[in-house]
């Protein structure tokens, strides 16, 4: 294939490159000014094309640089540096770093920096040199990318949804970095606090987020706040799936809001089968055997066409990347403007996206799919329920209760999490006759950053994989009568009438 892309000279400015160099040479300002629209997009480069050489994914040719002449790039690397350990760079100390480095030579030797340090330059242009500079950049960096995703759609070895996958990855990179971030003035954002308290005026009290419709859940966090990373943590077989499934049917079926849910453990059968047993409140192990009967059948069924209208998106793939998590995060994004939650399930089966020999150790994994979920919350505007598995720790204690300590591999998740719920529920012990179907737990909040912590009572029923309000005041501890859609109990005890929630 002809490479008529890059066979055309790729944009660059060597007017604007020497000369944002000279005034940042020239006036202390100057350079505060230059640093502050360059050093993020110079960062940005240098990471990708060391990733990309670890990973084997792109050609080093293929990647550039914030300066496309490669003695100016060398001598802003220069710059950086002196800067970073507080000296001054002029003629002298760039001169000495340089021969420090090794990287004279390919400067141009003492004529080159001095050809820089002593040409003319504007200091107050110096932001106008920058952005040209910077505007270069991303076009070659635009280019490069384009140029190879073609390259790859024409070789016909990677299937399409990996090529567009690492498309997204790509123009996602990029478009990030045309932003420069910077001090917004008090002034010019108390407009958006105004509108959020006359929202919150309105309400009253009232949920000001997402909706869980759990209504005592609700009450402590007013819902579930857009740009919330919201980590639901429990050890194995205490539910966590179930309680995340459950708040997305509620979301789902009685908000109406459209859910993404992205299943790293189950596959979407399994999870759609969780959804028709919480709905139809039909038995899972039955459902699964198909031993149900013509009642349990007509339920599932008639469950089946209410479900096909909810707003429920799930993505099943395996280790996904925080990288392809967040470029599929964005598709359903476009899709559906409303969405209102996005789950994770769970966080420790995700991969970092860094490749094999990097140096990392699982616990800064971790850390970085930690921040990459919040980050995804933020840019989204949309709450990210994350699950997340415990360490053993909490089974050594006697009440098994568990701790934010207990987040499992990283102490990142707590950092960045603005809300930590755990999952409780006592285990009766092997010889106790006690009834394990419908057993009082409990959401403890051991986390919220802008709202209390506390307990929330709920109930768990384990015969239909699923949590509910806890509302009635007279069922025994531990457990909880719960009511079919008909309000009549439909379990092996009798058909008892009780309060629907």
């Given at each position: 294939?002809?490479?008529?892309?890059?066979?055309?000279?790729?944009?660059?400015?060597?007017?604007?490159?020497?000369?944002?160099?000279?005034?940042?040479?020239?006036?202390?300002?100057?350079?505060?000014?230059?640093?502050?629209?360059?050093?993020?997009?110079?960062?940005?480069?240098?990471?990708?094309?060391?990733?990309?050489?670890?990973?084997?994914?792109?050609?080093?040719?293929?990647?550039?640089t914030l300066f496309f002449h490669t003695p100016y790039q060398l001598i802003f690397d220069l710059i950086i540096d002196l800067e970073q350990r507080g000296k001054s760079p002029d003629f002298t100390t760039l001169l000495d770093e340089a021969r420090s480095k090794g990287t004279l030579e390919k400067i141009g030797g003492p004529s080159a920096i001095f050809d820089i340090v002593s040409g003319a330059a504007t200091g107050s242009n110096v932001r106008e040199y920058a952005e040209i500079v910077k505007e270069k950049s991303l076009k070659r960096r635009l280019i490069l990318s384009?140029?190879?995703?073609?390259?790859?759609?024409?070789?016909?070895?990677?299937?399409?949804?990996?090529?567009?996958?690492?498309?997204?990855?790509?123009?996602?990179?990029?478009?990030?970095?045309?932003?420069?971030?910077?001090?917004?003035?008090?002034?010019?954002?108390?407009?958006?606090?105004?509108?959020?308290?006359?929202?919150?005026?309105?309400?009253?009290?009232?949920?000001?987020?997402?909706?869980?419709?759990?209504?005592?859940?609700?009450?402590?966090?007013?819902?579930?706040?857009?740009?919330?990373?919201?980590?639901?943590?429990?050890?194995?077989?205490?539910?966590?799936?179930?309680?995340?499934?459950?708040?997305?049917?509620?979301?789902?079926?009685?908000?109406?809001?459209?859910?993404?849910?992205?299943?790293?453990?189950?596959?979407?059968?399994?999870?759609?089968?969780?959804?028709?047993?919480?709905?139809?409140?039909?038995?899972?192990?039955?459902?699964?055997?198909?031993?149900?009967?013509?009642?349990?059948?007509?339920?599932?069924?008639?469950?089946?066409?209410?479900?096909?209208?909810?707003?429920?998106?799930?993505?099943?793939?395996?280790?996904?990347?925080?990288?392809?998590?967040?470029?599929?995060?964005?598709?359903?994004?476009?899709?559906?403007?409303?969405?209102?939650?996005?789950?994770?399930?769970?966080?420790?089966?995700?991969?970092?996206?860094?490749?094999?020999?990097?140096?990392?150790?699982?616990?800064?994994?971790?850390?970085?799919?930690?921040?990459?979920?919040?980050?995804?919350?933020?840019?989204?505007?949309?709450?990210?329920?994350?699950?997340?598995?415990?360490?053993?720790?909490?089974?050594?204690?006697?009440?098994?209760?568990?701790?934010?300590?207990?987040?499992?591999?990283?102490?990142?998740?707590?950092?960045?999490?603005?809300?930590?719920?755990?999952?409780?529920?006592?285990?009766?012990?092997?010889?106790?006759?006690?009834?394990?179907?419908?057993?009082?737990?409990?959401?403890?909040?051991?986390?919220?950053?802008?709202?209390?912590?506390?307990?929330?009572?709920?109930?768990?029923?384990?015969?239909?994989?699923?949590?509910?309000?806890?509302?009635?005041?007279?069922?025994?501890?531990?457990?909880?009568?719960?009511?079919?859609?008909?309000?009549?109990?439909?379990?092996?005890?009798?058909?008892?009438?009780?309060?629907?929630?």
């Amino acid at each position: 294939m002809a490479d008529t892309a890059v066979s055309r000279s790729l944009p660059f400015s060597p007017e604007a490159e020497r000369s944002v160099l000279a005034a940042m040479l020239h006036d202390r300002r100057a350079m505060i000014a230059g640093l502050e629209v360059l050093r993020e997009q110079d960062e940005t480069t240098k990471r990708e094309a060391l990733e990309s050489r670890g990973k084997g994914e792109r050609d080093p040719s293929r990647t550039t640089t914030l300066f496309f002449h490669t003695p100016y790039q060398l001598i802003f690397d220069l710059i950086i540096d002196l800067e970073q350990r507080g000296k001054s760079p002029d003629f002298t100390t760039l001169l000495d770093e340089a021969r420090s480095k090794g990287t004279l030579e390919k400067i141009g030797g003492p004529s080159a920096i001095f050809d820089i340090v002593s040409g003319a330059a504007t200091g107050s242009n110096v932001r106008e040199y920058a952005e040209i500079v910077k505007e270069k950049s991303l076009k070659r960096r635009l280019i490069l990318s384009t140029n190879e995703i073609l390259e790859k759609a024409y070789e016909d070895r990677d299937n399409a949804e990996t090529i567009l996958d690492r498309a997204e990855r790509d123009l996602h990179s990029i478009s990030d970095s045309r932003q420069s971030g910077s001090f917004t003035r008090i002034s010019d954002m108390l407009h958006q606090v105004q509108d959020a308290l006359n929202e919150a005026y309105k309400k009253k009290g009232l949920v000001t987020g997402v909706a869980t419709h759990f209504p005592q859940l609700d009450e402590m966090t007013s819902g579930l706040q857009k740009t919330d990373l919201i980590i639901l943590a429990a050890r194995p077989s205490i539910g966590k799936t179930a309680f995340a499934l459950s708040l997305v049917e509620r979301i789902a079926s009685v908000s109406k809001l459209p859910v993404g849910v992205f299943s790293l453990e189950m596959s979407a059968v399994q999870v759609i089968q969780r959804l028709i047993c919480s709905m139809a409140k039909v038995d899972l192990k039955r459902l699964r055997s198909g031993c149900m009967s013509t009642r349990e059948s007509t339920k599932v069924f008639n469950t089946l066409g209410r479900m096909f209208p909810l707003p429920i998106y799930i993505d099943d793939s395996p280790g996904l990347s925080i990288s392809s998590v967040r470029a599929r995060a964005l598709r359903l994004k476009h899709k559906e403007p409303d969405l209102a939650l996005l789950v994770v399930d769970y966080l420790q089966l995700m991969e970092a996206g860094t490749h094999r020999g990097s140096g990392r150790n699982r616990q800064e994994e971790v850390s970085a799919i930690s921040r990459g979920l919040k980050g995804l919350a933020r840019e989204l505007g949309v709450p990210v329920l994350a699950i997340s598995q415990l360490s053993r720790g909490v089974e050594s204690r006697e009440d098994n209760m568990p701790r934010l300590s207990d987040l499992r591999e990283s102490g990142a998740i707590e950092q960045d999490a603005d809300v930590v719920m755990f999952i409780h529920r006592k285990r009766p012990a092997r010889d106790s006759e006690e009834d394990e179907e419908n057993v009082a737990a409990e959401i403890i909040i051991g986390k919220q950053r802008n709202g209390p912590v506390g307990n929330v009572p709920v109930a768990f029923i384990s015969r239909y994989a699923s949590f509910q309000p806890f509302s009635s005041e007279d069922a025994p501890p531990g457990h909880y009568q719960t009511a079919d859609d008909e309000g009549v109990y439909d379990g092996d005890y009798g058909a008892e009438e009780v309060t629907p929630f």
